[in-house]
């Protein structure tokens, strides 16, 4: 309802835009974090608030930034927004080089290529809900004149906040707030809207609802960066970034290993070395010791078992975020199965020594029960595949 409420009345000319999530794989990022380092000046030195952050959001990605309180969330977001400045590095939005601009121009470039939505939403307590919408587009001149009433009165339409058009903020609960910061955060029709825990003060139902705003507003097309502390919410977007203590977890290693604590996920991201197998390279050969344990990032690897006389048999195609090598680490046992990168492209994999994923186990017990689920099912097909062969 809302979606199809947003397709018709805030981008009539959409319809060759690409959906939620519909972005080409070689389109080129719209935001680039480069070597990111925030470190601010406290009374006890040097803060390191972020360290050597690289990250690459496309066009149209629904992205939830997730971590600890503490953990650096605002300080990046305030470097994609210009409110702050990188100490080294460097912050594109298209091809606008944010940490470049002078103050003057931030506000400008801001004001029409972001919707900024904040946890305590910090409308103008002095100006009705229609005229914080206006706000935005009398600031950076954008629309008409006579036109910001009306669009201010459709894009509260939208959020479901028209009748509240002429009351003062104060009169409105939290959601119903918020719902209007999310009108103004749209008042320029900005391709990127970022939000700062946005439903952080708010009741289960309300951020339920502004969420749903939100996926509306990326799958018509905008691109959507969410700070949030809600699991349940973040396990909605298309895609999460974890933070942990200033840096970002391997987007790989959190996909393959979600049962891990930020922490241990970050420890695990800083260990793993990256290696590429060419296509149809044997990464494991069946029968051997193991010792490594492999997260894929690109590409794809297949388990191959090798029955004299017969073909191979494939047990199982493995894609990006997914892991192998655990069985023979697990059981302290030799390795099962053959693992190789597939026949059409070379994969390239993250890959963790013996000792690293042994100190794992022994330090989180959900991570141990995750393997072993992993390494149950796996024998299993394994067991199943090579029964085939073995009843004959
Ligand atoms: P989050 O949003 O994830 O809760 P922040 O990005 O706000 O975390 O803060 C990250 C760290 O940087 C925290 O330890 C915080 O205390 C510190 N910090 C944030 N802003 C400042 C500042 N202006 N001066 C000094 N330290 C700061
Ligand atoms: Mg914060």
Redesign the pocket.
Known sequence: MLSTKLGQRLEPGNESRPRSGGHAEGDPALIHLHGVSKVYKTAAGGYTALHNVDIEIRRGEFVGVIGK?GSG???L?NMVTGIDRPTSGEVLVGDVAVHRLSENQTARWRGRNLGIVF?FFQLLPNLSVVDNVMMPMDFCNTFPQRDRRTRAMMLLELVDMAEHAHKMPSALSGGQQQRVAIARALANDPPVLIA??PTGNLDSRMADSVFQLFEALAAEGKTVVM?THDSGLARRVSRTIIIADGEVVNEYVARALPSLSPQLMLAVSRRVQPITFQAGATIIHEGTDGGLFYIIAQGAAEVVLKRPGGPDVIAERLQPGQFFGEISLFNRSRTVAAVRAVPETPVNVLALDGGMFQSLLAESPDFGSAVEGVVQRRLAQTRSAAGGQEAR
């Open positions: 309180s969330k605002s300080t977001i946890q700062d825990e700070v």
